[in-house]
């Protein structure tokens, strides 16, 4: 008797699995296995950014990439290659010739996610761009990126110039010196001064006033979007003597910063960044 109910309790087993693999009795998979269907883009993407750089574009609506307490939205797609052709001209491009084919593979971002619209503060601010970790770099703006524009394509690219600095300043930490030239007018109201009130201060732009590590940034990301005699002009057209003495000392630990930790030459980086950008114009 014993022996017939256990067949029948394996038999009734048996059964339940099968029942529990049939199409009729399981949900459908909520893992999304398919083959994505990549566009031109996404293979121009995956063959400029991901295969050589491991570095991921994320254009595509994604509302765990960004603030859901700003308005954004997703930058038009026509206007995704175009500048990205443009971040490998002056950022790639200049760090890999310099720095050598693995320098950007190295030290990059893994993500760039890209919005179209201004994501604006509220203290009237615009924040052009984020870094993340070391990891991740937002760019806002998309859309109204004009490549005709030097002024407004410089400013641009300057916020990834900009990010990127903190990058290797994460890789390297800068000399805390630093930080020690001008301290006392670094303040979280920059945003009250003017860069020209900024420059007289010591500072190379209003944002720069914001802390040492932004003061850092910028110097580096000034530099990056000028060429050197413009950058020369900036300076001595300041009117205190003091602030032009400061801005110069700043200027050579950055300098000395990029050579001793990267063996890289930022007056040649400059050079050939401000060729780039001046190619992509004309």
Not at 58 to 85: A, C, G, H, M, S
Not at 115 to 141: D, H, M, Q, R, Y
Not at 144 to 172: C, G, M, P, V
């Amino acid at each position: 008797m014993k022996k017939i109910i256990y067949l029948i309790t394996v038999l009734s087993c048996f059964l339940i699995v099968i029942s529990c693999n049939s199409d009729d009795g399981v949900e459908a998979s909520q893992i999304d296995t398919s083959t994505p269907q990549l566009s031109e883009l996404d293979v121009w993407l995956r063959d400029n950014f991901v295969k050589p750089y491991n570095i991921e574009i994320q254009y595509k609506w994604n509302e765990n990439e960004v603030d859901l307490n700003r308005y954004l939205y997703p930058p038009t797609e026509t206007n995704v290659k175009p500048l990205l052709e443009v971040v490998l001209a002056v950022w790639v491009d200049p760090y890999t010739q310099l720095g050598g084919k693995d320098f950007i593979k190295t030290i990059s971002p893994r993500q760039f996610t890209l919005v179209g619209g201004f994501n604006f503060n509220p203290s009237g601010t615009i924040t052009l761009g984020l870094a993340e970790a070391g990891t991740k770099i937002t760019l806002f703006n998309v859309d109204q990126l004009d490549l005709s524009d030097l002024a407004l394509t410089r400013r641009y690219f300057q916020t990834i110039q900009h990010e990127y600095a903190h990058i290797l300043n994460q890789t390297k930490p800068f000399d805390p010196a630093y930080g020690e030239i001008n301290p006392e007018n670094y303040t979280a109201q920059w945003f009250n001064r003017s860069i020209a009130e900024a420059r007289e201060l010591g500072y190379i732009t209003d944002y720069a006033s914001s802390s040492e590590s932004e003061d850092f940034a910028e110097m580096i990301a000034t530099m990056l979007t000028t060429s050197k005699t413009e950058f020369d002009a900036i300076v001595n057209g300041i009117t205190s003597t003091e602030a032009q003495g400061i801005i110069r000392q700043k200027e050579q630990m950055v300098v000395s910063y990029f050579n001793t930790e990267f063996g890289i030459d930022l007056y040649k980086l400059q050079e050939i960044v401000n060729q780039n950008t001046l190619d992509i114009i004309n």
